[in-house]
């Protein structure tokens, strides 16, 4: 269209603007800098499915004719972000078990949007490495990697970095011609969908406006924002970048990870790459390594509401499991605490530390009250032993509709209930997991999942219910779970460049984009 056309236009030439005006010190002989892009929530199946129909046009040509590979990667559990970044970013296995959980340490539950909290956890369990972003920029991420610039990153969200003023001034640039396009954009959406609703007004609905609202805030205005910004700091040389893209993980959440709307969404992401990859072109002597990663994928899924008459997870449990044996609705907690979007806690006397997770992501509410339990529940070295207390709860939970798979600590390790039927690790081959390639991985996933200290005493997925795979919250795109959308992604790299394989855990990468670091001192 001849807008499109005139705002490219505008683009190019601000492209060529700060080209000749870029920042940053001269380019060091021989080093290499790094850009990582990141695009949240999406599957090594879907992102195959998309190259073959011809969805990402620029990353099936980076990998056919720009000498690039894509290989398979293992999110590890949970699938979720945080845990993803804190691995890659600092090469620790995280104590994170859910997007929203209880610190039994601190006593209080981590919510990772909330300010401070993505900060603790940076801190307490980077445990003083050195970040792959030290002294680069990240931006949209959970942690900050030991970037010096960060933007809408949620360890820093209340207070972003920059780099001096000169740098400040230039984005002040950045950031301008972000509103002019934005509001363009903005303003030509709205009008397509108010002449949408003209011409046919039964097609308005909630869900319409939702996803306009969705296209407008995120794959408008955010993306644009996080393009343009990043290809700031490949003018100025920045060493090491790192951005997330969240445009596919949202819309996928909301309509489904294969969905035409997610689909287009995608399209958008790859099209921003490509922005990336001219800007990267223009400044060789920078010479800069383009990495694409997904921190874990979605599996499509049944909300969890539309089985159960309208009852939220929490609510079922009380009436169907807990209640007859004794259990009781402990008030809301104080504010400051927040509540366990994490999952439910389990049986426990008074403040009951432990709890069920039910380990999804991008929360839309949180839960209304903590659950108490009985004085009679055992502990074992100080684990919540629920197998032993209630040898039939746990199973009992896993034969009920929209419940998959439940997993409880017990003394001789972590076991998993499906159907009703009880099973040890060694033995999952023959349960919920048969016939699965990746056994071996799902193994080390539970095992890991379980170890967390922070992890609860039994944890209760939607996957893999009688009725499908199940989502607690009303979404239809979900994740944090085992399932093979979830668990593999894919890393995509120059070819010249060797790369740990097979990558069974995110932790692997911390080596090999360490070294940029390294090589740069």
């Known amino acids: 269209m001849p807008l499109d056309d005139l705002v490219l236009g505008l683009q190019g030439a601000f492209d060529r603007l700060i080209r000749r005006l870029r920042l940053g010190a ?52 949970p699938t979720s972000t945080p845990a993803f970044q804190l691995a890659a970013m600092y090469g620790v296995r995280p104590d994170i078990p859910g997007f929203h959980y209880h610190d039994k340490r601190r006593k209080s539950d981590v919510y990772f949007p909330r300010g401070g909290d993505a900060a603790h956890v940076e801190r307490t369990q980077a445990s003083g490495r050195r970040g792959i972003v030290n002294g680069g920029g990240t931006y949209g991420c959970i942690f900050t990697g030991g970037a010096a610039s960060n933007l809408l990153t949620f360890a820093m969200i209340k207070r972003p970095t920059g780099a001096g003023l000169i740098r400040a001034a230039s984005l002040v640039v950045v ?20 002449l949408r609703m003209l011409a046919d007004p039964a097609t308005a609905s909630t869900a319409g406006w939702k996803w306009l609202a969705i296209k407008l805030g995120i794959s408008v205005w955010l993306r644009e924002l996080f393009t343009l910004a990043v290809a700031h700091d490949i003018y100025a040389g920045v060493p090491t970048i790192y951005v997330n893209y969240l445009d596919y993980d949202i819309a996928a959440h909301a309509w489904g990870p294969r969905h035409r709307r997610a689909l287009s969404t995608l399209r958008k992401v790859d099209a921003s790459i490509k922005r990336l990859w001219r800007v990267l072109r223009r400044v060789p002597e920078h010479r800069y390594d383009l990495y694409v990663l997904s921190d874990h994928g979605q599996a499509a899924s ?28 402990a008030p809301p907690p104080h504010p400051r605490r927040g509540v366990l979007a994490g999952g439910l806690e389990v049986l426990r006397a008074q403040r009951a530390p432990g709890f069920f997770q039910r380990f999804v992501n991008y929360l839309e509410r949180d839960f209304p009250w903590v659950l ?6 055992r502990e074992h070295d100080g684990i919540r032993v629920i197998d032993e207390r209630f040898p039939a709860l746990a199973a009992r939970i896993s034969a009920a509709p929209g419940i998959g798979i439940v997993l409880a600590r ?31 991985r799902v193994v080390e996933g539970i095992r890991d999942l379980m170890a967390m200290p922070s992890a609860g005493d039994l944890v209760i997925y939607g996957i893999d219910a009688p009725q499908g795979h199940v989502s607690f919250v009303a979404e239809v795109g979900a994740h944090a779970g085992p399932s093979m959308d979830e668990l593999h992604t894919f890393l995509i790299h120059p070819s010249r460049v060797k790369v740990p394989m097979p990558i069974t855990h995110p932790v692997q990468l911390y080596p090999h984009f360490a070294q940029y670091q390294t090589d740069a001192a």
């Open 410 to 440: 017990s003394a001789a390790g972590p076991l998993c209930f499906w159907r009703g039927e009880r099973y040890g690790l060694d033995a999952l081959g023959a349960g919920p997991f048969a016939k699965r390639p990746d056994l071996e």
């Open 302 to 329: 049944l909300p969890y509401l539309s089985l159960s008459g309208g009852r939220p997870i929490e609510q079922s449990l009380f009436e169907d499991f807990f209640e007859p044996d004794g259990a009781r609705t």
């Open 175 to 194: 950031i301008a011609w972000v509103l002019v396009k934005g509001t363009v954009a903005s303003t030509v959406e709205v009008t397509r969908a108010l």
């Open 26 to 77: 001269p380019p060091v002989p021989g080093q290499r800098r790094l850009l990582i892009v990141q695009i949240d929530g999406l599957s090594r199946a879907v992102l195959e499915d998309a190259i073959t129909r011809g969805r990402v046009p620029f990353l099936a040509r980076l990998l056919h004719r720009r000498g690039y590979q894509m290989v398979p990667m293992c999110a590890g559990l």
């Open 372 to 377: 108490g339990g009985t004085r009679s529940a």
